[in-house]
Nanobody
């Protein structure tokens, strides 16, 4: 069973950067498509970025190139580099993984089986 643990969240000022990490255990990460989601209390969890086993990436259109997802299978980790952060990026960020995800499900919550507990990102203006 895959287990995921996020780290790297925190408080940052607007226009700053943060790098989130997700460490996987229980199975080789190379077998999994992975993604980052975020959620604000009272709202749906939304897909931020995804990367499949071949390294193909997909991003939420609203991010306009500010975020970059990457993976290091040798370390069983994947990452979310967040640049030029805005107050609207404030949310709980979750990492997720699944053995296979259909192209149309890459940024959909229902497409993923394994989830981390989340790490809070707070951006102040």
């Amino acid at each position: 069973r895959m287990q995921l643990v996020e780290s790297g969240g925190g408080s940052v000022q607007s226009a700053g950067s943060l790098r989130l990490s997700c460490e996987a255990s229980g199975d080789p990460l190379s077998r999994y498509a992975v993604a980052w989601f975020r959620q604000i209390p009272g709202k749906e969890r939304e897909g931020v970025a995804a990367i499949d086993t071949d390294g193909v990436t997909e991003y939420a259109e609203s991010l306009a190139g500010r975020f970059i997802i990457s993976r290091d299978n040798a370390k069983n980790m994947f990452f979310l580099q967040m640049n030029n952060l805005k107050s609207e990026d404030t949310a709980m960020y979750f990492c997720a993984a699944v053995g296979y995800v259909a192209r149309w499900s890459r940024l959909k919550r229902a497409g993923y089986m394994y989830w981390g507990q989340g790490t809070q990102v707070t951006v102040s203006s």
